[in-house]
């Protein structure tokens, strides 16, 4: 019998109890009587056995030790920590930019649970919509949001659920929906994967409909934990919705569970919104702007006039714009300084040729934007000039921040859909605020699902998904890989009298000159009349060619399984993508093939913990292919300077890499940057950075 602990360590006093969720290898409910009858002083709190087998325990440190002692559990892989993504801008246009005019449904009687940092439901635009639900934190049946008096306040998980079902003031894309509330992260909005988990097991213990997971990792695999347990969820019955990350713009960035085959993950685009920028009319010159989130609109009316910081005074004259070059002055800082100065806006020139993103985190009355390098040059010899502020309308765009896929090992096209996640009002607790980020993308979904499921009560989880996919609109100039089908269209959902399943055509990834590669997806007719079925011809193209499937005509009710085949023509590859869209009558069916130029990354993940009970620290990364070699090498984080090596692995699987540190190889107290680096098997080497800290140390000087 093994018993596994997961949790997040925190060294406590030894008689301070506190609740923990272990992951058991036998029987949970077996285990749980054991425990009960031997050590009476562990109060069980739940047992999970659907998602994962596991119990929630309450204990203090030193019944832990005695357990520990016996050998009665042992360290699993360590606890990812989970981050709900939020940033601040101010509009609300996406629910009616989704929904059509006199849509007859409203999700009412479908069950939606919010697995985040849990509902306000006292808001008044809550009230109706919740139902319940359950604390993963605290370990009680009140799922509300941290208040200040229990850490860092939070509010993530009150604004996705409006965005779900707010009705009253407010109204979410499904208003009549009954949301349920599961909190698994706690103050700051973090939590642990078993936290995530343990929510996870019981939305599905309470027979939601569709769960909702605006959280997640860097991990980019798709066997993590909790890529499994969504998975798991989905052949229970409940439909999965999962936001896809905000780390993009760069390939691999989507990050478990959204990696998970069965769920529906979710990237950001735009409803419709106002973009500013700056013209010279003079010089008839257009200047691009990036706004800073979190600082007020580019709303001004009269035109300003150019202050460059280089020979700007103290107080600038009325209505100046100033501009300043980046350094190592946080942009908060900036812009705080800019007002107190007079500035009417604030401008920051990149000290890179690449654009930025940033946040104001202070209340500041001025806006602020980033601009490129060679425009703060620019305006540097353009003292004393005049800038008018426009609008140009932009929607229909998948944003900077949305992570892109693929997904390491498997090479599956993430996200599946795209919808709106740009500044999106929603419900927080004691008002409402503006936040972007696929956090707010996937709860637009998963009220959208909602009203899919009251349409079609009877519906699988397999059904709703494909319904989804086979009507999305890929948005022009974007790839497969950036919005999966592309953005949703509930009217074409609720409708559509076919459904394509298995319909991203995933080929792999290339290794030989000429490779073959087929896939094999499945056509449903669901209408009440023949269909007849045919391919679009894509361009022909030397490096990727298709056979497609000649013809068909299906009867109502009548399934077709399909064969496409792909022959790629591996020369030397310049582009790391061969990815685009086959047609099916007018039905997407994205496709992938990675080629050798692709830059996979090979190793991710890199966490080191101490473990209070056995007084080790303990490490684990994710392997995406086997190696040869791995080596982590410390280095100052201020002066990059060589420290050490902490550890060498070798004949290394693919996979999550677990394992404790010796004594004499525990670095100092301190801050560091760890480069990692992986030789495969093949010789190829690869590194990455990242940094680590010490907060304790037991090593033998």
């Known amino acids: 019998m093994i018993w596994w602990l997961l949790m997040t360590l925190i060294v406590q006093p030894e008689q301070q109890e506190q609740s923990f969720i272990i992951e058991v290898e036998d029987n949970p409910h077996e285990i749980a009587e054991e425990m009960e009858t031997y050590y009476p002083r562990v109060e069980i709190l739940h047992i999970y056995d659907t ?29 990812q920590k989970y981050q709900a993504l939020e940033t601040k801008e101010t509009i609300n246009q996406s629910v009616p930019f989704l929904l059509p005019e006199n849509l007859p449904y409203t999700g009412d009687g479908v069950k939606v649970g919010v697995i985040d ?11 109706k919509s919740y139902k319940g639900g359950y604390d993963l934190v605290d370990f ?27 009705n009253g003031e407010m109204k979410g894309v499904a208003p009549e929906a009954e949301l349920y509330g599961y909190r698994a992260l706690g103050p700051g909005g973090t939590g642990t994967s078993v936290q995530v988990m343990a929510a996870i097991e019981q939305a599905v213990e309470d027979k939601m409909d569709i769960i909702n997971l605006s959280l997640g990792n860097t991990i980019n695999g798709p066997d993590w934990p909790t890529s499994i347990a969504v998975n ?17 713009p760069d390939p691999w960035t989507v990050g478990s569970p959204a990696t998970a085959d069965s769920v529906i993950a979710v990237g950001a685009s735009t409803p419709q919104i106002e973009h500013p920028y700056l013209y010279d009319r003079f010089l008839e010159k257009k200047i691009e702007l990036w706004p800073m989130q979190g600082a007020p609109p580019w709303a001004l009316e009269r035109d300003l006039r150019i202050a460059h910081e280089d020979r700007a005074k103290d107080k600038l004259p009325m209505d100046s714009i100033l501009i300043v070059d980046r350094g190592k002055q946080p942009f908060t800082k900036l812009a705080i300084e800019a007002e107190k100065r007079g500035a009417k806006a604030l401008l920051i020139a990149n000290n890179e040729e690449e654009s930025f993103q940033g946040a104001i985190e202070a209340e500041i009355s001025i806006p602020v934007a980033g601009i490129s390098k060679e425009t703060g040059e620019w305006l540097k010899n353009a003292h004393g000039s005049y800038l008018e502020i426009k609008h140009e309308k932009i929607q229909d765009t998948v944003t900077d921040f949305s992570s892109r896929g693929p997904v390491t090992v ?20 004691n008002g409402y605020q503006s936040l972007n980020g696929t956090s707010m993308a996937a709860p637009h979904v998963a009220g959208i699902l909602a009203l899919l499921k009251e349409a079609h009560p009877d519906w699988t989880p397999q059904q709703l998904k494909a319904a989804l996919l086979t009507t999305a609109d890929p948005l022009e100039s974007f790839l497969p890989t950036e919005q999966g089908a592309g953005k949703v269209d509930i009217g074409e959902a609720i409708n559509t009298d076919t459904l394509l399943y298995h319909s991203f ?32 011809q894509p361009k022909l193209s030397q490096d990727l060619r298709f056979h497609l499937p000649s013809s068909f005509t299906l009867q109502p009710g009548e399934k077709k399984e399909i064969e496409i085949e792909a022959i790629l023509q591996a020369k030397q590859q310049a582009e790391p993508f061969l990815q685009g869209y086959l047609y099916l009558n007018d039905h997407p069916i994205p496709y992938l093939y990675v080629t050798e130029a692709a830059d996979v990354p090979m190793a991710m993940g890199l966490e080191f913990y101490l473990e209070p009970f056995d007084g080790q620290y303990h490490y684990q990364l994710y392997m995406v292919e086997d190696a040869e070699s791995v080596t982590v090498d410390l280095y100052d984080d201020k002066t990059f300077a060589f420290k050490e090596t902490i550890l060498q692995l070798n004949d290394q699987s693919k996979g999550v890499v677990e394992g404790s540190l010796k004594k004499d190889r525990i670095p100092a107290k301190g801050s560091y940057v760890a480069n990692i680096t992986v030789i495969t098997t093949n010789g190829e080497k690869y590194q990455y950075q990242t940094p680590i800290l010490i907060e304790d140390t037991l090593r033998q000087e």
């Open 51 to 79: 998602i994962f087998n596991g119990i929630a325990i309450k204990a203090d440190n030193r019944t832990l030790k005695k357990l520990k002692n016996r050998g009665l559990f042992k360290q699993s892989y360590p606890v």
């Open 117 to 127: 940092t849990g509902i306000d439901y006292t808001h008044p635009d809550l009230r």
């Open 140 to 166: 009680d049946q009140d799922p509300m949001e941290t208040t200040e008096e229990q850490g860092i306040p939070t509010l993530h998980g009150t604004h996705v659920a409006g965005i779900i079902a707010a």
């Open 232 to 248: 798991r969820a989905t052949e229970q019955g409940v439909t999965v919705v999962i936001a896809n990350g905000n780390t993009g």
């Open 410 to 429: 498997n090479w599956a096209i993430k996200p599946e859909v795209v919808a709106p996640g740009a500044s999106i009002m929603s419900t927080v607790p």
């Open 505 to 536: 055509v995933q080929l792999g990834k290339s290794g030989a000159i000429l490779e073959r590669s087929s896939h094999s997806m499945i056509v449903e007719n669901i209408g009440d009349q023949p269909i007849s079925y045919s391919f679009q």
